[in-house]
């Protein structure tokens, strides 16, 4: 199935070898050295977390990739709105443990208080959650885990009401597999979660959020986690495009705990 078809039908596609092999393992090293000073210019300084992923970041805007994320969006301007170190450290969980959920604009526990969309979602994609495999991703090691076609389940794994526990495995759950390089695309209402990884290797990963245009990003620290201006010079220019909001640092809109949002 073509991935745009597959996006818009299942809720998720895997790209192929984004990252080339003879680069890929330089930029999972890379990854891995500096998630420590990357977490911490965030915390301390509300430094995206793109600062300290520069070998990396040129393929955020991959050809393939944007194009796919255009047509869901149906524009041409697209935004990276959040940028995360996803990596799962070894030993972390029992294989059965689950933690599904959707993720910003339909985050429902809104945790840095970005603004959500409060149920029932309007059925319009809003977001693209890019999953960045720089390790392999096997069953062992923690491979995401999604529900297919969930995108368009009015109900959601952390809806007060809706009965569904997001901490267990559920019905028609997929794990995503993949090679170094490759990079999953969910639409951000699929219900998906890590899995645990039973390995003593890290489960290196990165995330990356596109969205269009019309969505503000205004709200919450992760949103407005920004770049200092002598390193976004150093992005190549289709990048910059894709963080161009993000150059300097605005102070955020205060939007308030998730039940004031309602
Ligand atoms: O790391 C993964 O496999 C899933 C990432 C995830 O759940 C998220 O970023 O919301």
Redesign the pocket.
């Known amino acids: 199935m073509e991935e745009i078809t597959q996006l818009r039908l299942e809720g998720y596609c895997l790209l192929k070898g984004v990252i080339p092999p003879d680069k890929v393992g330089q930029v999972r090293q890379d990854i891995d050295n500096s998630m420590k000073p990357g977490l911490e210019a965030y915390d301390k300084h509300d430094w995206s977390a793109v600062t300290h992923m520069l070998s990396l970041a040129p393929y955020f805007a991959n050809p393939r990739l944007l194009k796919i994320a255009r047509t869901a969006f149906n524009h041409a301007k697209v935004k990276i709105s959040q940028t995360?170190f996803?990596s799962?450290p070894p030993y972390r969980n029992p294989p059965e443990w689950r933690n599904f959920?959707t993720?910003w604009p339909h985050d429902l526990t809104d945790a840095s208080f970005c603004g959500l969309i409060n149920q029932p979602f309007p059925d319009t994609i809003m977001s693209i959650?890019s999953?960045w495999m720089l390790y392999p991703f096997t069953p062992e090691n923690?491979a995401?885990w999604v529900v297919p076609r969930t995108h368009r389940d009015p109900r959601n794994p952390r809806g007060q009401n809706d009965g569904i526990d997001g901490m267990s495995s559920i019905p028609h759950e997929e794990q995503i597999c993949g090679d170094a390089g490759d990079v999953i695309l969910i639409d951000s209402r699929i219900w998906?979660?890590?899995?645990a990884n039973s390995t003593d290797d890290i489960r290196t990963?990165v995330?990356a959020r596109y969205s269009p245009w019309w969505l503000s990003v205004d709200y919450g620290k992760r949103n407005c986690a920004f770049i200092p201006a002598h390193i976004f010079d150093m992005l190549p220019e289709p990048v910059q495009e894709l963080y161009s909001h993000r150059r300097v640092k605005n102070e955020p809109l205060q939007i308030g705990s998730p039940s004031q949002q309602l």
Do not use: L, Q, R, Y
């Open positions: 995360e996803k799962v959920h993720d959650t999953i923690g995401t998906h979660s890590a899995g990963s995330v």
